[in-house]
């Protein structure tokens, strides 16, 4: 069912238009490099075929995962061989190239900017962040997006009427074609799979039919990609915003994907303190418990410590006020507001250091009532500074009142 040209290819509205550079690549004789970004089943190594496909050109595919530099320096070779000889040009796709190490990246460039290939690469990682930056800058980059509903159903009815598909063979029920959809999530060689594995089950595609082919969705979820930053991402924001249901949802997405769980539960602790802080201090206890039964037991008994861990991040009281405050310390001291410790708060338990009167005019807190007593703390270019400020959040109420009180006594305000 791979398109044969432009006009076929379902979706990627914004990449086919009248004018688009792929459009260009399509009507004009002349080499480019591109780089295909997108998701899983978007189409990525059906543009790179087409395009071959409309010019003429010889279409050679390396997979990255696979080759080596010896296999891209071959492919190179002999298109520079069939340009020389019979002015035919070469499109070099190379699958998943984020793959390739630096060196192998490297083996691209004289085939690149000599204009010997037109060169696309495609990806379902960020380039900015695998693809060497020489290669980038020589290249265009293409976002392909995920395919919406209706794309997917588009290609799903074309492949059940179409001669190279079932051919009118199979029936498609209605609702098994939603469920379909469903279970494609924007990929549409899932959605393909899918249906071929339905269709050869009963010839009257049922959303039964449908059940028993699938087995069940497919979790798309790629560790070291997009998919990993943008799930951590939206499990953080929805404990932040004590929506306990969708941290669930994100972290068994996580779980059911292959996740490390220590990655999880690192997150887990690193939150406690920063969105919940002293708001609810026990919130940290829970955290780095679960991240220690996790280390102990594994999974998937370790997925009830961190559902624990979770459900109360997500519902304790929250406060910023931690990491605010370290963020601004930290701002000073890079700003140079540094200075130095005062004399009396200078160690005094080494030969000499009377001498030099540190420790003098020291007050031991323990001798004073309340265990305070008024003296500078800080050095003179940041005295006076306010780093901690707490809310009014759960637990930290009682502390601010009595923040607000010590310091108040402490500079005599």
Known sequence: MRPRTLDEVIGQRHLLGSGTPLRRLVESEAPMSLFLWGPPGTGKTTLAYVVSNVTKRRFVEISAVSAGIKDVRAAIEAARRELGMSGRQTVLFVDEVHRFNKAQQDALL???????????????ENPSFSVISPLLSRSLLLTLES?????IRAVLQRAVADERGLAGRATLAPEALDH?????????RRSLTYLEAAALLSDEVTVEVVEKAADKAAVRYDRQGDQHYDVISAFIKAMRGSDADAAL????????????????ARRVVIFASEDVGLADPTCLQTAVA?????QLIGLPEGQINLAHAVIHCALAPKSNAVVKAIGAAVGDVRKGLIGQVPPHLRDSHYPGAAGLGHGDGY???????????????????VRGRRYYEPTRHGAEAPVAGRWAKIRAFLRGE
């Open 180 to 188: 379909l959809v469903r279970l494609a999530g924007g990929d549409a």
């Open 249 to 264: 949802h994100y972290l068994a997405r996580m779980v059911e994907a292959g996740e490390d769980p220590r990655f999880i």
């Open 147 to 151: 395919h919406s509903d209706d794309d």
């Open 290 to 294: 679960a991240a220690q039964a996790v």
């Open 363 to 381: 007050k031991y807190p323990h001798d004073f009532d309340h265990g305070l007593v008024r003296q500078e703390y800080a050095p003179e270019q």
């Open 110 to 124: 004289p085939a690149v900017e000599n204009r010997w290939v037109t060169f696309i690469g495609a990806t379902t």
